[in-house]
């Protein structure tokens, strides 16, 4: 009997893709160490935390924000 459900059919059909290939493991491994590298390497030395850095209470981050979001572009 054939699964009606489109997302199920999906996942089999790139499970099955996946496990049939040799090099499969290996590009999954590929795969994550990129994600790894980008959300949490890249966030750690291009993106810091400006706000906590800079302002010690939630008041003055509160105020920074909303001071930000509001000012001309002048």
Same mark, same amino acid.
């Given at each position: 009997m054939q699964n009606k459900n489109i997302f199920l059919r999906a996942f /089999?059909? &790139?499970y099955?893709?996946?496990? @049939?290939? +040799? $090099?499969?493991? +290996? $590009?999954?491994?590929i795969i994550l160490i990129k994600l790894f590298v980008m959300f949490v390497i890249l966030k750690l030395f291009? !993106?810091? /935390? !400006? $706000?906590? +850095? /800079?302002?010690? +209470? %939630?008041?003055?981050? @509160? %105020? &920074?924000?909303?001071e930000q979001l509001t000012k001309p572009n002048n």
């Open positions: /089999n059909f &790139y099955e893709g996946f496990r @049939s290939m +040799t $090099l499969g493991r +290996t $590009l999954w491994l291009f !993106f810091p /935390n !400006f $706000l906590k +850095t /800079n302002f010690s +209470t %939630d008041e003055e981050r @509160s %105020d &920074y924000v909303i």
